[in-house]
């Protein structure tokens, strides 16, 4: 049995890792949040310590070590632009560290973490459960299997409604979670990068504060991207049928769905990670530097091989009364 440490416990995505960690059969022994809602450890691991403050989570930590039974691994779920820190924090506890994606925001930080890695011999693992998703692996095996040359036409489109509550929220702050290519996209462009090769050309049609769109070339794909949290740009028939999340690929005009099966895969990503087979640290860096040159580019309007989403009318800020 691995003894995890988790920061971010109150956050979205963390029952996804603590479901996780209790069906690989390990234990989480440390949790740290500054929010105190977090009654879900309760489902997991009641015997846990939380802490609300870093330096008193911190302490336990070392002490955890001096009783020689130290953490083996810290998970991360914190905020986007706090990744690397807490990283950094596990690296130096001597524990191997499993991120939630966006690794980090700047390519220049995982460098900075591979040094890390070196200097006290511990690994950092991101999750990417695109990767194991049983149809995307498909995907890729039928693209790897046609001809090298061909050039594939795709359309990526994911809108997954927020309100009013993502402003207010650190989501909803370009520094610290990256936008909203960032914080919703990124897990998207290591699949399409994983099964279409390298990147050779990144363009930005739109970026706005509830959506963005774009065209990636990759060696075998050009690729039209949106991406939203408008549940206005949601088609009508699909919003006719109570839901709040559109999610469409299309390969060469052929329809590809992966909307369903997410349910394990990050139980699957932690079984991988345990088997020595996890998604290394370099591993995550073409998405960042996607993610990265998305955020810092002049968005060039609707020129080019633009996707057709883009020319949905834009919404005002829920802050902005003008």
Same mark, same amino acid.
């Given at each position: 049995m691995k003894r995890f440490a988790l920061i971010g416990a109150a956050g979205f995505i963390a029952p996804r890792h603590m479901k996780a960690i209790k069906d @690989? /059969?390990? @234990?989480? @022994?440390?949790?740290? =949040?500054? $929010? =105190?809602? %977090?009654g879900i450890l309760d489902s997991y691991f009641p015997e846990a310590d939380f802490f609300t403050e870093f330096e008193r989570f911190d302490r336990h930590v070392e002490k955890l070590k001096q009783k020689d039974a130290p953490i083996d691994f810290l998970s991360v779920c914190s905020p986007n632009y706090l990744h690397d820190a807490h990283i950094r924090f596990g690296l130096r506890n001597h524990a191997d560290v499993i991120c939630e994606k966006p690794l980090v925001l700047n390519p220049w930080n995982i460098d900075s973490l591979a040094n890390a890695e070196k200097e006290f011999g511990k690994? %950092?693992?991101n999750i990417f459960q695109l990767r194991l998703h049983p149809a995307i692996i498909e995907l890729r095996e039928k693209i790897s299997k046609g001809p090298t040359d061909k050039i594939y036409d795709v359309d990526l489109t994911y809108i997954t409604s927020r309100g009013n509550w993502y402003y207010t929220s650190w989501k909803g702050d370009v520094d610290k979670s990256g936008g909203i290519a960032t914080n919703i996209g990124v897990h998207f462009y290591d699949m399409l990068?994983?099964? $279409? /090769?390298?990147?050779k050309k990144n363009i930005v049609h739109l970026h706005e504060h509830d959506r963005a769109a774009g065209f990636l070339e990759f060696t075998n794909a050009r690729v039209r991207w949106y991406l939203s949290i408008n549940y206005d740009n949601i088609p009508e028939d699909v919003r006719n049928t109570g839901k709040r999340t559109f999610r469409s690929l299309s390969v060469d005009g052929e329809s590809f769905e992966f909307s369903d099966g997410f349910t394990e895969l990050h139980t699957q990503s932690y079984q991988q990670i345990l088997d020595g087979n996890g998604f290394p640290l370099m591993e995550a860096k073409t998405a960042i530097e996607i993610v990265h040159d998305i955020r810092t580019q002049t968005p060039i309007g609707a020129n080019g091989d633009y996707h057709p989403f883009i020319k949905l009318p834009s919404s005002k800020h829920p802050f902005n009364q003008n």
């Open positions: @690989t /059969g390990n @234990t989480i @022994t440390a949790a740290l =949040d500054k $929010f =105190d809602s %977090v690994k %950092v693992y990068s994983w099964i $279409f /090769g390298s990147l």
